[in-house]
């Protein structure tokens, strides 16, 4: 059984000297490696190792050096590209194709974002028309990344992209159960040829998270993951005034209104919902519906789920693998279930795996319609392949309705006029709303509000997040 037991710090390889843990594999359902962790002692080391390549130098890089230090990354990862998706495949259950055109190319999309951003970039600025006075970003320090395990690559090239860009060192912890793609960005890090201790890697599970982040070295921790231990990292990194970014869950509205293309609304709403096998923070899991197009909504998406291919990962032309574990599985039927008890209509799935499929952590794409917000398959994020539907009478509703959740991530319009597209974006208690089926623009803001957390990543907004504005008055006569 494959073992992976490196980590990465201040440049070399060693071997990791803390826990190890079963890698189970979705589909299989077999343990297929294992991974050794880091120690905590390992974890501090690789901390140290940052701080020391900041104060050797590194946090005095100038944008040239910065820049020409994510190109080689950009380049190094795309000379990995195939590897990184087939790892990402095997190890969270993405359909190859999709962990090559979604997964691999979203992580390299929003590197060549953070390097546009990096271009115009201004470091060093008047701060009124008196140039006694002048405004400095400088990098934070030391950058922790606690990452998870649904975006294996693109979710840690989000946040080493901007750390790198800004000036920072950093210390990755990805994930435990995809830290077989780091190992492999780890050698495009590697192989991108960066002073020593500015990218470090270690492994390990929540034990060595916490470790990171009452790290008093650490300067940032960037942070995406479930709600609740974003709560547990806010009030941990509090004890030290350590900044914080935090993208965490999500319950996301999908608007359509009587004017909308419905079969095509209802086409990318079911593939923006079933993305990933659900695993998504920003998946558009709430369809809301205008009553005069309600029942024919219902029709097409039954029709559509059912069209929606689950396979094993390898093969080309699935839509969606498994769950990424039992565990996860076990939540979603556990939701499943009690939609059905709460009396919505099923109308398309269900509980159990896809007949075709013997084993592996499968769900049914699953889609409830009348689905009312007392029912816990509105209001929790479930992540997974299920989809609920509500109707509403009005604007005002569908605006009441999409914002009737504690989360605040992302929001979708469906709608022919642009007024009233307009006046829900402004409505939308979310910090991304995209319009008809637009994308997101790579270098965009990502984050949100309330419990999908603050802070924001990509682009310029991303560099930012790893600096500090100085003020510096007084001009030297
Ligand atoms: P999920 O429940 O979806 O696996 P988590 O939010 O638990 O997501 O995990 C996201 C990342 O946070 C992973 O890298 C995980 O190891 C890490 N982590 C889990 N618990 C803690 C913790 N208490 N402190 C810091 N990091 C943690």
Same mark, same amino acid.
């Given at each position: 059984m494959a073992v992976f037991d490196q980590i990465f710090i201040a440049g070399a390889w060693q071997p990791a000297s803390g826990q190890s843990l079963a890698l189970i594999n979705p589909d299989t359902e077999a343990q297929e490696a294992q991974l050794v962790c880091a120690s905590p002692d390992q974890c501090a080391e690789a901390v140290a190792a940052a701080r020391r390549a900041f104060d050797a130098g590194?946090?005095?890089? !100038?944008?040239a050096t910065r820049r020409a230090a994510l190109e080689r990354v950009i380049t190094q990862i795309e000379a990995r590209a195939e590897e990184l998706a087939q790892t990402i495949s095997t190890e969270i259950g993405a359909p190859i194709d999709f962990a090559r055109k979604g997964q691999v190319a979203a992580g390299l999309a929003h590197l060549r974002a953070t390097l546009v951003a990096l271009d115009g970039l201004v470091e060093d600025c008047p701060l009124t028309n008196h +140039?006694?006075?002048?405004?400095?970003?400088? +990098?934070?320090?030391?950058? %922790?990344?606690?990452? +998870?395990? #649904?975006?294996?690559? #693109?979710?840690?090239?989000?946040?080493?992209?901007?750390?790198? %860009?800004?000036?920072?060192?950093?210390?990755?912890?990805p994930s435990e159960l995809s830290s077989r793609t780091a190992l492999v960005l780890a050698e495009a890090m590697e192989a991108a040829d960066l002073p020593p201790g500015v990218f470090n890697l270690i492994t390990g599970a929540g034990d060595i998270g916490a470790a990171l982040v009452q790290n008093r070295d650490v300067d940032i921790v960037s942070f995406t993951g479930s709600t609740r231990t974003g709560r547990f990292i806010a009030a941990e990194a509090a004890q030290n005034m350590t900044r914080t970014v935090l993208e965490l869950g999500g319950k996301s509205p999908n608007i359509l209104f009587e004017d909308c293309?419905?079969?095509?609304?209802?086409t990318q709403g079911l593939a923006h919902c079933f993305r990933n096998a659900g695993q998504s923070c920003n998946a558009a899991s709430r369809m809301l519906v205008a009553r005069d197009i309600y029942e024919r909504a219902v029709a097409l998406a039954a029709e559509g789920a059912a069209q929606t291919r689950v396979d094993r990962p390898a093969l080309p032309g699935a839509h969606i693998g498994p769950q990424i574990t039992a565990l996860q599985y076990a939540r979603v039927q556990d939701y499943v279930s009690q939609g059905l008890a709460e009396g919505a209509r099923l109308i398309a799935g269900g509980p159990g795996r896809p007949d075709h499929l013997d084993h592996g952590f499968y769900s049914r794409p699953t889609v409830f319609a009348d689905v009312?917000? !007392?029912m816990a398959i509105f209001t929790d994020e479930i992540f997974g392949p299920v989809l609920t539907m509500t109707?509403? !009478?009005?604007?005002?509703?569908?605006?009441?309705?999409? #914002?009737?959740?504690?989360?605040?991530?992302?929001?979708?319009?469906?709608?022919? !006029?642009p007024a009233r597209a307009d006046r829900v974006a402004r409505a939308l208690r979310v910090?991304?709303?995209q319009i008809n089926g637009q994308s997101r623009e790579n270098g965009a803001p990502f984050g949100g509000r309330g419990l999908s957390g603050y802070g924001r990543e990509a682009g310029l907004f991303g560099i930012r997040a790893f600096q500090d504005a100085k003020s510096i008055s007084g001009a030297v006569a």
């Open positions: 590194w946090g005095q890089a !100038d944008l +140039p006694e006075h002048r405004l400095r970003y400088e +990098p934070l320090g030391v950058a %922790a990344l606690i990452t +998870p395990w #649904n975006w294996p690559l #693109n979710q840690v090239a989000l946040k080493l992209g901007g750390a790198l %860009a800004a000036g920072c060192c950093m210390v990755l912890k293309d419905l079969p095509l609304a209802i009312t917000p !007392d109707p509403f !009478d009005s604007e005002e509703e569908a605006i009441a309705l999409a #914002n009737q959740t504690e989360y605040g991530l992302a929001g979708y319009i469906q709608t022919a !006029d910090g991304m709303v």
